[in-house]
């Protein structure tokens, strides 16, 4: 009984052997296909794992960043008239055009508002910028011309800058669109005189633009007379080039030399007067010679060369 007993246990135990061989291979086997299937987990310790998640944060070395693009240069007529103190307003005019006309204008001020319409009109038909500036309101462009100039003139009034940014003609006041147009004219020399208008319509736009900037030579009290006869010699050389109307060429011919013949006596009187010397025969000559040429320019309706524009 006790042999049995004992061999029962025998049995039990090589058969609980058998079961836990058996086990332990289908375990093996399981960890094998696994370890084949993907790749074991790595344990990190505790106190390397906040190292780990700083390199995941990191972003990967070989992804490239794009550079950046390089802002393109800046127009140097843009940047010439920024240095010059010019309002940038003014500076993109001169950017685009060789010349810009700046209006000072006013909303509470009708004619004000006229004058900057027919300002507008008459850069387009010059070929130049137009920048209206109001001056109700202080502080822009107001102040920064203000800081330039010292004083703006009596609104209205056109201001033509041209490049760099040189202030070549002031036009107080009203101006129709061909006075400005032909400021513009004056002020590049390579802009064809106003085109489209007639002779009368023409001389007179010339005339008004070389006094204006006549009155900028002399509004310090003290004149450049060398300014003053080159701007006057200028008006001549434009005025000799218009077409005459029909019927008026030989008359017309004749109060141009006249007119020029009047200017060089004139600059021989002021060379004169600047040594001290009093006004002489040169300046009776000359009264003499601008008398008719006036008259003429009158009768055919270039009012303002001859002196005589109610405007």
């Known amino acids: 009984m006790k042999g049995s007993v004992h061999l029962r246990g025998i049995v039990i135990a090589g058969v609980l052997a058998a079961v836990a061989l058996a086990l332990g291979l289908v375990t093996l086997a399981m960890n094998q296909t696994a370890s084949q299937a993907a790749p074991p987990k790595t344990i990190i310790p505790l106190k390397d794992r906040h190292r780990v998640n700083a390199v995941k944060k990191t972003p990967s070395a070989a992804k490239k960043v794009a550079p950046k693009k390089k802002a393109a240069p800046l127009d140097p007529n843009y940047v010439a008239a920024l240095k010059a103190g010019l309002p940038r307003s003014v500076a993109h005019g001169l950017q685009t055009h060789g010349a810009v006309v ?3 204008t006013s ?4 004619v004000a508002e006229q004058a900057a319409g027919e300002a507008k ?3 387009a038909l010059g070929g130049a910028s137009y920048v209206a500036v109001n001056v109700d309101r202080n502080g822009g462009d107001v102040e920064v011309l203000t800081r330039v100039l010292g ?6 009034a056109a201001l033509i800058y041209t490049r760099p940014a040189k202030l070549a003609t002031t036009l107080p006041g009203f101006n129709d669109r061909t006075v400005v147009q032909q400021a513009v004219a004056n002020a590049l020399p390579d802009v064809p005189v106003a085109a489209g208008t007639d002779w009368a319509a023409k001389a007179n736009a010339i005339c008004a ?3 204006a900037q006549l009155a900028t030579l002399t509004g310090s009290g003290k004149t450049d007379f060398h300014q003053a006869f080159s701007t006057i010699a200028k008006q001549q050389a434009q005025l000799d080039k218009l077409t005459a109307p029909p019927g008026g060429a030989a008359a017309i011919k004749a109060a141009n030399a006249k007119l020029r013949l009047g200017m060089k006596l004139l600059e021989e009187d002021a060379t004169k007067h600047l040594t001290g010397e009093k006004a002489g025969q040169a300046f009776i000559q000359a009264l003499a010679a601008l008398e ?3 008259a003429t320019y ?3 309706g270039a009012t303002v060369c001859a002196g005589t524009s109610s405007s």
């Open 292 to 294: 008719p040429a006036f």
């Open 298 to 300: 009158n009768s055919l």
């Open 107 to 110: 909303a509470s001020d009708p």
């Open 151 to 156: 004083k703006l003139p009596v609104t209205p």
């Open 121 to 123: 009109a008459g850069a």
């Open 102 to 104: 700046v209006e000072l």
């Open 209 to 211: 633009a070389s006094q």
